[in-house]
């Protein structure tokens, strides 16, 4: 029996979200429907909400979402009703050409649930990167669900499904951010702190913050920045090239999504250094170069889809980290709110009072 529940859903460009009823399918093969239990507010919602990704309204938004799997399909046996589980936007396939040379990683034809939920009248709706969290219940496919220690409370594990994990794995998995490394991070929000709460991690000896706002760069400092820049009160890269005497850092990284912040990144960077850029552009914008200066500077120019994670690799890692103590989840929840307040969370992200606002359910 197809299930009624409350979900957070985007009708139109630009307009307030609403909550309203969701219709979920049974499970069919190959999918479950999992109870969420926590969803963060990824920037990525609000670009949705905005038409900034693409214009398949009406959207149900929520993607960074831990819960409990309710029930599976025929033929599942990766996961089982009862699993604590953190949601995933990459169920790799196993038969692309990227999976058949040993890349699932970059996985170039993801699952998502087949059935579609709909509203009530039965308008079929598009799930946030293939997701759809901000919701009692969700549908997804199967592969969709990672496993983790359930002594993980899902306001933390949840973060992992979407930004925390973005931003961590730009600096690890596609910045290659080593011991002793210089990074910079540009964009101190979720995903940038993620981004140095990585670089951390991998052992970088100067991590330098980036932001307009110097609540951020405090909220940097706490996750592992050794300095931090007020970028809105002077020239970042002439800042970035001080604190590395005069040669700019090993790996820029790029967490806000602008031309301008992406330059900065480029130019902040030593001879063969690699910018990552993990910010997501809107589609319009457009960006100019010197040409000569990609060529002479070497290294490499990078993107980050989703930090280049594999859910089934880095997810229970990320989670036994944090169990002992040694990533710091929680430093992300800067409040846990209602269903029915995603909007105000919007706002108070775009105000920049918040890392995560997390919906608990
Ligand atoms: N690549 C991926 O897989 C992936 C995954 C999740 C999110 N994202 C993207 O990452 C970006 C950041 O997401 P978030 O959730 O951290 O958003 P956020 O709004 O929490 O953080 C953005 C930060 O950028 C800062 N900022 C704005 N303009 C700036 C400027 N000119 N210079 C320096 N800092 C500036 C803001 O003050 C804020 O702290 C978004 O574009 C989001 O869509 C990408
Ligand atoms: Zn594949
Ligand atoms: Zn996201």
Known sequence: MPQTVRGVVSMAEGEPVTITDVVVPD???????????????????LHYREGGINDEFPFLLGHEAAGVVESVGDGVTEVAAGDYVILNWRAVCGQCRSCLRGRPHICFSTHNASQKMTLADGTELSPALGIGAFVEKTLVAAGQCT????????TAAGLLGCGVMAGIGAAINTGGVGRGDSVAVF??????????????????STVIGVDIDDRKLEWARGFGATHTINSSEGDPVEAIKALTGGNGVDVAIEAVGLPQTYRQAFEARDLAGTVVLVGVPRPDMTIELPFIEVFGRGGALKSSWYGDCLPSRDFPMLIDLYLQGRLDLDGFVSETIDLGDVEEAFHKMERGEVLRSVVVL
């Open 187 to 204: 964009g101190c929000g979720g995903v940038g702190d993620a981004a140095i709460a990585g670089a951390k991690l991998a052992g970088a």
């Open 147 to 154: 496993k983790v220690d359930s002594d993980a409370p899902a």
């Open 27 to 45: 499970p069919g093969p190959g999918e479950a429907v999992v109870a969420i239990q926590a969803c963060g507010v990824c920037h990525t919602d």
